[in-house]
């Protein structure tokens, strides 16, 4: 007690003196969230750029001169054809340049918001969710290193992708003057949707719930622009208030102007600070909004693999389901403007629909188009399985006595079954709505079953997701989306372009007959079904051979 009272009192060493401010350590997570995206990010640039350069090689394959595009303009020029491109600003004197900004630009700002929402989500909300985040801020880094990250990234990618679109549109022979407010435009809308995506990151948990919110965001200013072009050439106040309006309302190669895209830049920098304001009120890894808990006892339904397959699988099959739908049905609206300008189109355009059906042309584009947006249904449906894995719930109901292949099986059964009802959906909305302009109401019993028709190679690509999944789960996700570009590529610009054949029977969707224009034939079903029951079942297989939890 003595030599204690002796002892000289010591105080507790000063921890040593790290200076920490709110962005320490960006610049290390922006090296490694380009490292993380080494692949991702140049085949979003490189897809701009693809995009520029067949559009600048088709145009004059569908019309050899300018004087021929008089013909095709009046397909911009409808209500309904300016609600999917644009304002259609220069059509009165058409030129290649006017027609790839009044027609196509609108999509090269559609690719970039998709990119800034899908790139923002995975580096900030996603991370979170994973729990990778809380890592991160383990080590030297500020509060807010992981949002400046990746607004960083982004900012890198919509740049090189606005000076890839300026460029090539420029190289192919485009005005200079024009060709830099398409490049602009491209690149301040994937800001624009980038810094939404940061702020909605910071509302919700989930990473799903915040990346459908940014969705949500852009299609209502996909809806908004459309409409508001829809009710006069040169669009309308309605077109102001959208985002995409802004960037449509530079109009390129006519008009010249740079003040409209001035908002844009406004709303990513109004965006992003907002998101800066709303992280320092939140702990890390919760949402301003919080999730309900579910209720204390499970309904009976969920006492099944399949009834809980059905329960979380719901939620996609009615997104998807009511966005396949909606556009069949504007699709089909547009059939009678069709059929009016058929004999004034251009040759290219009447051999890709056929002249001496060109109804039944139009109609069976229109299904294969259905198919198209189906394919990625499933794509992202059995993507869910991987999620589930990630999260560990998959571990937790496997193990219940619950086999692995009736986990997997009952989802894939689902979505094979979700596939059928988006395709009859949407060919029944097609067809009212076609049947509606045309007169004809034998036309919705035809697209349903032109619909349907396709679902055999849509279930190809689920054979080929379960394969991947159950062998090569880290291949899911790129081989699957590239299987949808694949097959959108194909159908849209195999003729044009005189693929070979090899190339285009990698498409599921070339193989069946397209109805109601050609005849039906059953062989190609039979082989694409069973070629999909066999993908699945080999898929199975390596889900019980393989680890759960594995990336």
């Known amino acids: 007690m003595s030599t204690d009272l002796a002892a000289p009192r010591t105080t507790p060493a000063a921890p040593p003196h790290t200076p920490q401010g709110a962005l320490t350590g960006t610049g290390t997570l922006v090296r490694f969230m380009l490292r993380r995206d080494r692949v991702r990010l140049p085949v979003w640039v490189a897809g701009h750029g693809l995009f520029v350069l067949y559009i600048a090689a088709a145009l004059p394959q569908i019309a050899p001169t300018e004087d021929d595009l008089q013909a095709v303009v009046p397909l911009l020029q409808q209500p309904v054809g300016r609600m999917f491109t644009g304002p259609a600003l220069g059509m009165d004197a058409p030129t290649y340049e006017r027609f790839f900004a009044a027609g196509y630009a609108p999509y090269l700002f559609l690719l970039s918001a998709l990119m800034g929402v899908l790139l923002v989500n995975r580096h900030t909300r996603a991370e979170e969710q994973a729990g990778r985040a809380e890592l991160v801020r383990a080590n030297v880094t500020g509060h807010d290193a ?7 990234v982004a900012a890198i990618a919509n740049t090189a992708a606005a000076m890839v679109v300026a460029g090539l549109a420029t190289a192919v022979g485009f005005a200079p003057v024009g060709s830099l407010l398409v490049g602009l435009g491209t690149g301040l809308v994937g800001m624009a949707f980038a810094g939404t995506t940061a702020l909605t990151a910071q509302v919700f948990e989930s990473s799903r719930a915040a990346a459908g919110a940014a969705g949500a965001a852009l299609g209502a200013a996909f ?12 669009g309308t106040a309605l077109s102001w208030a959208s985002p995409l309006g802004w960037a449509a309302q530079a109009g390129p190669y006519v008009l010249d102007r740079a003040w409209p895209l001035l908002p844009l830049a406004g709303l990513a920098v109004a965006t992003a600070a907002t998101a800066y304001a709303l992280q320092r009120r939140r702990d890390l890894g919760a949402g301003l909004m919080a999730e309900r808990p579910g209720p204390a006892d499970a309904g009976p339904r969920l006492g099944s693999p399949l009834g809980l397959a059905v329960r979380l699988q719901r939620g996609s099959i009615l997104g998807w389901g009511v966005a396949v739908v909606v556009l069949g049905a504007v699709d089909g609206a547009f059939t009678q ?9 251009p040759p290219a355009v009447q051999e890709m629909f056929g002249m001496e059906a060109l109804l039944d042309g139009y109609l069976a584009f229109l299904a294969v188009f259905s198919g198209y947006l189906t394919t990625a249904y499933v794509v992202y449906a059995v993507q869910s399985l991987r999620l589930e ?3 560990g719930r998959a571990e937790a109901v496997l193990a219940t006595p619950t086999s692995r292949t009736g986990w997997a099986g009952s989802h894939l059964l689902v979505v094979a079954a979700g596939a059928a009802v988006i395709l009859a959906a949407s060919g029944l909305g097609t067809g009212a709505a076609a049947a509606a302009v045309t007169g004809q109401a034998s036309l919705v019993t035809e697209l349903v079953l032109a619909h349907l028709n396709l679902l055999p190679a849509v279930l190809v690509v689920l054979g080929v997701c379960a394969l991947l999944y159950g062998w090569a789960p880290a291949l899911l996700s790129p081989v699957g989306w590239a299987l949808v570009a694949l097959t959108v590529f194909v159908g849209n610009f195999a003729a044009l372009l005189d693929l070979p054949d090899w190339l285009r029977d990698l498409s599921p969707l070339s193989h069946p007959a397209q109805l109601p224009a050609e005849e039906f034939t059953l062989v190609p079903l039979v082989v694409l079904g069973a070629l999909a029951a066999l993908g699945v079942a080999l898929g199975l297989l390596g889900l019980r051979r393989r680890e759960i939890g594995i990336r």
């Open 146 to 152: 992981g949002l400046t990250a990746a607004l960083v």
């Open 337 to 345: 403007v069709m059929v009016d300008g058929a004999e004034e189109m």
């Open 389 to 391: 894995e990630d999260r």
């Open 223 to 234: 809806m908004l622009r459309g409409l508001g072009d829809m009710a006069a050439v040169g």
